[in-house]
């Protein structure tokens, strides 16, 4: 039973994975830019909520309102750099490794390098399903990342825009010959890749401990996850977030819990070597 | 390099030797201690170039190696109670071996792109804190070496401190140099360039990255073996962290990857700008400020300082290295793999057997039959996916067969990788010219005499070679230019002149006739003669029929992965079959 609730636990925990791992995932396979600071933008987005939450009492619905549509000019305004300096796939990691600094840097100036945790009535609320307990936030952001996922595919594989992104990142000249604008798309999947991190960012403040080094924590295991899960690939890179979420929590339960950071470098070395036809 | 000219050489001698003399002449420990975070950067950043900056594998997971470093350290003189010195090149060696060990399994994968190196190295920078804090190496405490006596040569330990960093600095910086004149540099900077055209070439690829890889490990753990010393309490975070990858890539793209000293003058610089910062108890500020430099310099200043540094001082020193080609005469230099027997002969030189290639479901080659006969030149034609360039990738090393075999001068060699192929003389070009692009056109010429072949190896001077090759096509007064300067037809003669600076017994030609105009085409036709002259046997695969009945002795006609026909070219293009595969049936009906 300990292990049917900390599987389950494993598999919510899967859902920020994913919900990380998509923005990601999208934006390394379809813009070619691998945005490190994603995590950074999720930080932000959680430490916003947090202040918002605390000091203004808002609900964490009401913020995501507010910094979703922010996220996603933030989202465009870095996006335009990137396109100014023609920044290759390669250096888009270099400068968003320096972004992320910097914001951690920012977060750490204007809330300390304390820890941080955003109480909630609802933090502890849960239903009971059978003998297993489901925590409600952990549920709903597992709904969120769910939901999330069979959108983007559905856009990327069921509608003329979608795959003329695809078409735009498999060969951006010989697209744009065909007459796609790929220039306005990648604007606007930006946007949306960043949008989607200050989601992310609203439900860390609601489940974890905000830390400005808690940034690191979390770009290791969420790269293992979007590598697992197979570039652009939505879906993938929730089902990758699941595999991991759900090996970690087993580790913890069955082996010791200190050994859980493993896991997941373990499951992306091992597909590294076995080299499915996804990576 | 820059350090050549004597006065300079002197001032250099003389830096170092004040540098020695510091701690003697009674220099405040604050300063030395300062020099010494200087120095360590300094080692660190070079450390790094090794691997990355010259081959372009860039590695985001210096902190694993460097933190083996001083874990090293750390738990010999503290649990097994060696002495501190004896424990720096134990550091070194475990920081190698453990490069190692990664670079045996992340460089086996054939299309491993430089983001995922990148990220797995990062990786194991986790994975690595996560197993030195949950073991009893720190067991998440921190280590205390508190009770470990330092040495104190150069009066204190400060003193001592400061003069290892100094001599590891120095030692970094002249293992880089010497790296970047040798043939391991020029091979890194072929990798760096284009991989798979390196390998072709001659370039053991999987070896020089892995030796590179150990290299730049090593001088990374023993900076943390140093650094071990000097920081005296350990911690996970603090050696695993962030801070070192970020520093170590910004310093050496500052001052320019692609040299020796490019990552010491980006280190010193940076160094010092944070010192100022941090002198004002502004840390925070220090680091936000590298990262918002470490933005601006890649978008504004890719190629980093030390490039552009050389490239004004290259201006200055042009004029002697152009007057040099003159001086060559190209009647000193012998024809190509003279050694070889005069009689041509009909002995066979190549032969395949039943060579077959699989592609998932695609047969490409169904099992071809040839012998290529010692000094001929053999045309292969065919229609468009008749399995022509297939033939040529199987023979080079490109991809592995299916089945059959491959045998040069009674040689198997279907199952050698494509650099050792190029040693045993067999050499290629590439449809679409496919140079280096960062190398000069000299460079391109003089890394393939390196590589080229085993039997002229050593014997010649590469210069020369180079010098002549390029001489012999026509390039000798583009030698100093870069390949993105040429034209199609100059870049198809490069091609030429890399592949027959290797020397090589059978040369390999893929289409250089295309895209040529007919007046170039016969400028081609005839340094084909050219070469055949000098005794190499050609196979090439040409559209151009004018020039396959101009030049060829023999004709293969592939049609769909098989030979169709063989012969003399006037009879074998006029055959029935021929005309059928190349027309359409219902043409010569």
Redesign the interface.
């Known amino acids: 039973m300990l292990l049917a609730q900390s599987a389950l636990g494993g598999l919510l925990l899967g859902g920020i994975y994913g919900l990380l791992a998509m923005g990601l995932s999208l934006s390394?396979g379809l813009l070619r830019f691998?945005n490190l600071s994603h995590f950074a933008l999720a930080f932000l987005g959680a430490y916003l909520t947090y202040q918002l939450g605390t000091q203004f009492a808002m609900p964490p619905w009401a913020a995501l309102l507010l910094i979703a549509p922010a996220f996603f000019v933030l989202g465009l305004a870095l996006h335009a750099?990137f396109v100014h300096?023609k920044?290759t796939?390669?250096?888009s990691?270099?400068?968003t490794?320096?972004?992320?600094?910097?914001i951690e840097?920012?977060i750490?100036?204007v809330w300390s390098a304390d820890f941080r945790k955003f109480d909630t009535p609802y933090a502890q609320s849960s239903f009971q399903l059978g003998p297993i307990f489901v925590p409600v936030l952990e549920l709903s952001a597992f709904l969120c990342a769910a939901l999330l996922a069979a959108t983007a595919w559905l856009c990327l594989h069921r509608t003329l825009l979608g795959r003329a992104l695809r078409a735009a990142a498999q060969d951006g000249p010989i697209a744009a010959a065909f007459g796609i604008n790929a220039r306005r798309l990648s604007y606007g999947l930006a946007g949306l890749c960043s949008a989607s991190a200050g989601l992310a960012g609203v439900f860390i403040a609601l489940t974890s401990t905000l830390a400005p080094?808690q940034i690191?924590a979390w770009?290791?295991v969420v790269?293992?996850v979007v590598?697992i899960g197979g570039l652009a690939n939505a879906p993938g890179a929730l089902a990758a977030g699941m595999l991991v979420g759900i090996s970690e929590s087993l580790t913890m339960a069955l082996v010791?819990p200190?050994?859980a950071?493993?896991v997941a470098?373990s499951i992306?070395?091992a597909l590294?070597?076995w080299?499915p036809r996804w990576l | 390099m820059a350090v050549n000219s004597t006065p300079s050489r002197l001032a250099i001698t003389a830096v170092i030797a004040v540098l020695f003399a510091l701690p003697y002449a009674g220099a405040p420990d604050f300063y030395l201690s300062y020099l010494y975070v200087v120095f360590f950067w300094v080692a660190l950043a070079t450390s790094w170039g090794v691997l990355s900056g010259y081959s372009g594998y860039?590695s985001f997971g210096h902190a694993a190696f460097f933190g083996a470093g001083v874990y090293t350290a750390a738990s010999l003189t503290t649990k097994a109670g060696l002495p501190f010195l004896l424990t720096i090149p134990l550091a070194a060696a475990v920081a190698a071996a453990l490069a190692g060990l990664i670079g045996l399994?992340?460089f086996r994968?054939k299309s491993l792109r430089?983001?995922?190196f990148?990220?797995?190295t990062?990786?194991?920078?986790?994975?690595l804190?996560?197993?030195v804090?949950?073991t009893p190496i720190d067991g998440?405490g921190g280590v205390n070496m508190g009770q470990v006596s330092l040495p104190t040569f150069g009066t204190s330990v400060s003193g001592a401190i400061y003069l290892l960093g100094l001599l590891l600095a120095l030692g970094a910086l002249a293992v880089s140099r010497r790296v970047l004149c040798s043939r391991l540099g020029a091979g890194l900077l072929a990798i760096h360039d284009d991989e798979d055209v390196a390998e072709v070439k001659g370039v053991p690829t999987l070896r020089y990255k892995l030796a590179a890889f150990a290299i730049s490990a090593a001088i990374a753990g023993a900076a943390g073996a140093i650094q071990a010393g000097y920081v005296g309490y350990i911690t996970v975070?603090d050696t695993f962290s962030?801070t070192v990858p970020?520093y170590v890539?910004?310093m050496s793209?500052l001052g320019g990857a692609c040299h020796w000293a490019g990552p010491a003058v980006g280190a010193t610089l940076i160094t010092v700008a944070l010192g100022l910062f941090v002198g004002g108890n502004h840390a925070?500020?220090g680091?936000?400020g590298?990262?918002?430099s470490?933005?601006v310099v890649?978008?504004?200043l890719?190629q980093g300082i030390m490039p552009r540094l050389l490239a004004r001082l290259r201006k200055v020193r042009v004029q002697p290295k152009a007057a040099r080609p003159g001086a060559l005469t190209l009647a000193a230099a012998r024809p190509a793999a003279a050694a070889m027997p005069a009689s041509a002969g009909d002995s066979v030189l190549l032969e395949c057997r039943g060579v077959t290639k699989r592609f998932g479901g695609l047969q490409a080659l169904g099992g071809v039959d040839l012998q290529v006969r010692r000094g001929e030149i053999l045309a292969l034609v065919g229609p468009n996916g008749s399995g022509k360039s297939t033939l040529i990738n199987m023979i080079s090393g490109h991809f592995p067969l299916s089945s059959g075999s491959i045998v040069l001068d009674g040689q198997n060699i279907s199952s050698l990788e494509p650099h050792e192929v190029a040693r045993k003389g067999i050499a290629r070009t590439y449809q679409i010219p496919r140079l280096f692009e960062q190398l000069s056109v000299f460079e391109n010429v003089r890394l393939c005499a390196i590589f080229g072949s085993e039997h002229g190896a050593g014997q010649d001077d590469p210069d020369a070679l180079a010098r002549h090759w390029l001489a012999f096509t026509g390039l000798a007064d583009k030698a100093h230019e870069l390949p993105a300067a040429l034209n199609l037809h100059e870049r198809k003669f490069v091609e030429f002149a890399r592949a027959l600076a290797a020397r090589p017994k059978l040369l390999l030609l893929d289409e250089v006739l295309c895209g040529l105009t007919p007046s170039e085409v016969d400028q081609a036709v005839g340094l084909i003669r050219k070469i055949r002259a000098g005794g190499t046997t050609i196979v090439f695969v040409e559209h151009v029929m004018r020039a396959v009945v101009a030049l060829a002795d023999r004709v293969a006609v592939l049609d769909q992965g098989r030979l169709l026909a063989l012969g003399a070219p006037q009879e074998t293009m006029q055959m029935a079959e021929v005309v059928d595969v190349y027309l359409g049936v219902a043409h010569a009906a």
């Open positions: 390394w691998v750099v300096f920044v796939e390669f250096s990691m270099l400068v490794f320096g972004v992320t600094v910097l840097s920012l750490q100036w080094s690191e770009i290791g790269f293992a590598i010791n200190a050994w950071p493993l470098f992306l070395i590294l070597l080299r | 860039w399994v992340v994968i430089g983001e995922f990148a990220l797995l990062l990786s194991v920078t986790y994975v804190a996560a197993i804090s949950n998440g975070g962030i970020l890539v910004l793209i925070e500020l680091r936000a590298v990262a918002f470490l933005i890649i978008l504004i890719p």
